[in-house]
């Protein structure tokens, strides 16, 4: 399942009186891909709304509701434009979806005139184009790191990164964010991109910066983003219309349909998922 869904399907699991020893993190899009390749586990838990469509033999699905982006940096930040000074992990946008949000609030941005990031990941022979309602983001289905953006299979392993100084800052879900079992206070007046905290736990402090609409992709963007992903041939293979953020769960035994139930009795919000 989905790195920021590993806290609550665990939660929901203990509550069903289930063992929690086999739930696995992965991109989103990396469990998909095993399950249409044959594996069926209990359930299968994603970041992805859009993907549902995808999910095939369920017995059940179930949304926990809709959720925001956030950023999470080691230092401070005056403005989302200091990240061209930064180290950051990016997602595979491949197999995880935060991946290829990062990109669409990327551009937005540019579009918007806040800031051109967007030399940082045209570096690892991303491409964006302007459509005539919104924009195109093409991404090669194999990408190499550069010197300041690190490419990693899912949002675990930036955040791993991020924990242990490798890189400045990542971009993140807030549910995962809250999955760490951290406390966030709010830092100073709320600006106009986004709302600022700092996180206290285990790990140290650091800074996370929610964003607010249309960045936060709690509703649909008010642009048609698709991401394109295409193969060394230029191929497209699969392509994603990127809408807003809402997650689900697909039960596939009678186990999972314990653990989609519990979910159903559960305070979601306090996970930072909100109907």
Known sequence: MAPTLVRVVKDAARE???S??????VGSVEGLRRIQQGSVPDVYASVDIELAADVK???QIYSLGRFKLALACAR???????LR??????????KAPIGYRELAVVYMLKRSGVADLTARYEALGIRFADTAGGFNV???????STADTKVVPNLDVSWSMFETGQVDCVFAHLPFILGKDMELKPVGASAELWEVYVGNYSRGQFYVYVFKPPYDFFQDPPLAIYANFVDPSGKVVKAVRVGHFEAFVASF???GDCVVEALKKMDLAKYGFFK
Not at 20 to 25: A, L, T
Not at 85 to 94: G, R, S
Not at 138 to 144: E, G, N, R, S
């Open 16 to 18: 069903a009186g289930l």
């Open 20 to 25: 929690v020893e086999g739930i696995q993190s």
């Open 57 to 59: 033999g369920a017995r």
């Open 76 to 82: 401070p930040i005056a403005s989302v434009g200091d």
């Open 85 to 94: 000074e930064a180290k950051t992990a990016l997602a595979d946008p491949n």
């Open 138 to 144: 093409t991404v090669p289905t194999v990408l190499a």
């Open 253 to 255: 035994t009678a186990r």
